[in-house]
């Protein structure tokens, strides 16, 4: 049975290896940028993840996550308890084909705001950004665009997403534009498809989407490349 005095003794043995890891820097002088900034990073990433794992049982999808518009065509799509909760909120613009919400996002009842969030916003073929963390070695870190390719509730399985041109164009898919996002090319590696849980999003960044025929490329691509 584990005691306090066990998590004294990791704690102390944690500051002690962080202290290290910043004093070798103190300590050699030819520390240059790239050496700071690796350091900072991980520095900050040990803060993000520990108040990650702290807010953990008691994180809530937020309500400011809630589109304001949703297109009529995504609209269709939905199973009919899914439209009878937008029917509730949202006003239909028939010339615009959308749905516009017309009441307080904060008046929605929490199961149902859940509900919106869940299949407007972290559904299949969306792009959210993602913190993935430190990365060591080749690994994809640091806060990314990211293709959710399944959601699964409390986690959802996404390609992340990157603007620099892959080595091995074989694995990658080649994306012309992310609508919503800023115009870019960008390329998903498919080995690096991953399950991150929905408190690493940034709900705050703005939420993209792409071409369904991109997903139907990558469905190909994972049979073709994709671990086996």
């Known amino acids: 049975m584990y005691k306090i005095k066990d998590v004294e003794k990791s704690l102390k043995n944690c500051q002690n290896t962080l202290q290290k890891y910043f004093d070798d820097i103190v300590d050699d002088s030819k520390s240059n940028d790239e050496i700071l900034k690796l350091r900072e990073e991980y520095f900050k990433w040990i803060d993000m993840k520990t108040k990650f794992i702290d807010s953990e049982k008691n994180f809530v999808l937020p309500y400011t996550a809630i589109p304001?518009?949703?297109?009529?065509?995504?609209?269709?799509?939905?199973?009919?308890?899914?439209?009878?909760?937008?029917?509730?909120?949202?006003?239909?613009?028939?010339?615009?084909?959308?749905?516009?919400?017309?009441?307080n996002k904060n008046s929605i009842p929490s199961n149902e705001a859940e509900i919106l969030i869940h299949n407007l916003i972290l559904r299949r073929g969306n792009v959210v950004w993602v913190n993935f963390g430190f990365n060591i070695g080749c690994e994809f870190g640091g806060k990314h665009p990211a293709l959710i390719l399944k959601n699964t509730k409390d986690t959802i399985i996404v390609l992340p997403l990157s603007s620099q041109t892959p080595n091995n164009p074989d694995i990658n898919i080649e994306i012309d534009n992310v609508y919503g996002l800023p115009l870019k090319k960008r390329w998903g590696n498919i080995l690096r498809i991953i399950s991150v849980s929905v408190i690493r999003i940034d709900f705050n960044s703005p939420i993209g989407s792409i071409k369904n025929n991109i997903l139907k490329e990558i469905s190909e691509k994972i049979k073709t490349y994709g671990i086996k």
């Open 68 to 103: 304001n518009k949703i297109n009529g065509y995504i609209y269709n799509y939905l199973y009919q308890d899914k439209k009878d909760i937008i029917d509730k909120y949202y006003k239909k613009d028939s010339a615009a084909d959308e749905y516009i919400i017309n009441v």
